[in-house]
């Protein structure tokens, strides 16, 4: 082997490795084939402690009222229990837009133990329900059919999905 062609194969696998462009951010989801998609409510993710409670205020109505407020997400879990910050993507919300940002601060840090699985890269979906300032945020709603859907996708289509969806505001200082 000539040493040109010998250059020419080793320049040809380095952009081949290269999935990034210089001046352009990294994929939200890497790695998609490892990925699976956790059932909804399953028992395989649970948080290995209480998510923090944040002490914001809710959100008020002009008269006064406390505006009620859901926000779906979807984020993966790596095998030891962390969130991959970058793939918090909101899927269903209603209400206020700044829910988005509570959900992103208690999912910040959170760590989560895998149960009745093997340790894996999961993509977990979880809803919050806001209201009523004498109860928590947590886990309610039904993601159970769009988790179903995603868990058809291929592992391109999901690295897509995830990386249309909106995200954490921390996502776009990557």
Known sequence: MTLGRILALLALGGCA???VRPGSR???LESPEDVIVVPFRSPWLVPAMP???LGLPPARTADGKIEE???GVAFVVDDQGN?????ISF????????YRDVVCEILDGAIFAWHDHDPARGLLFMS?????PQRHAGPVGDLSSRAQIVSQYSPAKLAEWVETR???RFNERR
């Open 51 to 53: 998510m923090r409670a």
């Open 83 to 87: 969130i991959e910050r970058q793939t």
């Open 91 to 98: 899927v269903d919300e209603r209400g206020p837009l700044e």
């Open 69 to 71: 407020a859901y926000v």
């Open 17 to 19: 490795h290269q999935s």
């Open 26 to 28: 990294p994929p939200r």
């Open 166 to 168: 909106p995200h954490c």
């Open 128 to 132: 919050f329900d806001f209201g009523d």
